[in-house]
């Protein structure tokens, strides 16, 4: 199956600060990529659509200036939690699509955000 | 808004028993439905994927899908404890155009006692 890899697993951070995540397609090319945020007892809330080489779409109620997303390459789609605060900590998650399978979304192993 | 909704858990079951999930779907015209299992604090797995009306079997996995009644379901046979997990009904969605998304339920946890 399609491999999907995120980086970093883990961050702990302090409040007021950025971090950013990474999300690749490791053996397929993604003009597609999710965002995806899951609190805990919660299911997953889609963030935004990544597309390559164009800005992201985002779902109603999402700060665009908040939460940052470039998909620069076909496999590289990055998240950027801007001035990060207690309230943004969370299980955040990318995923995929082979264009034309289906459109099959294949999830990366997600990275879990803790802010002080 | 389009809406999917899960059969309320937690649902529990004996080993070697069937698993029975649902989901429905408010949006009619969604063609591609799946579903993913995640075990808790990781990413969901997708485990079945259904595009047509009837059965679809995987090993222990049986997907079953009604368009008309707008009802996904998900059989699990001969249930064994590495299978507590919760499952996730997600269905495909137009968003827009050319653009689709998934919606997901809520999830029922299911719990395989040994």
């Known amino acids: 199956g399609a491999v999907v890899s995120q980086h970093p697993s883990r961050v702990i951070c302090k409040s007021g600060t950025s971090v950013k995540i990474e999300c690749r397609s490791l053996?397929?090319?993604?003009?597609?990529m999710f965002w995806y945020r899951q609190f805990p007892k919660q299911s997953l809330m889609l963030m935004a659509t990544?597309?390559?080489?164009?800005?992201?779409?985002?779902e109603q109620g999402v700060e665009k200036d908040k939460f940052l997303i470039n998909h620069a390459s076909l496999t590289l789609s990055t998240l950027t939690v801007t001035s990060a605060h207690p309230e943004d900590s969370s299980f955040y998650i990318c995923?995929?699509?082979?264009?034309?399978?289906?459109?099959?979304?294949?999830f990366g192993p997600g990275t879990r955000l803790t802010v002080l | 808004q389009k809406e999917v909704e899960q059969n309320s858990g937690p649902l529990s079951v004996p080993e070697g028993a069937i698993a029975s999930l649902n989901c429905t779907y408010s949006?009619?015209?969604?063609?591609?439905f799946f579903w993913y299992r995640q075990y808790s604090g990781k990413s969901p797995e997708l485990i079945m994927s259904?595009?047509?009306?009837g059965d679809k079997e995987d090993g222990r996995f049986t997907a079953q899908l009604n368009k008309a009644s707008q009802y996904v379901s998900l059989l699990i046979r001969d249930s064994q404890p590495s299978d507590s997990a919760t499952y996730l009904c997600?269905?495909?969605?137009?968003?827009?155009?050319?653009?689709?998304?998934?919606?997901f339920g809520k999830g029922t946890l299911l719990t395989v006692n040994p």
């Open positions: 995923s995929a699509i082979i264009e034309g399978y289906y459109n099959e979304q294949f």
């Open positions: 053996d397929f090319q993604a003009t597609t």
């Open positions: 990544s597309n390559e080489g164009s800005k992201a779409t985002y």
């Open positions: 949006d009619r015209g969604s063609q591609s």
């Open positions: 259904i595009y047509s009306n």
């Open positions: 997600a269905v495909m969605t137009s968003s827009g155009g050319s653009n689709y998304k998934l919606t």
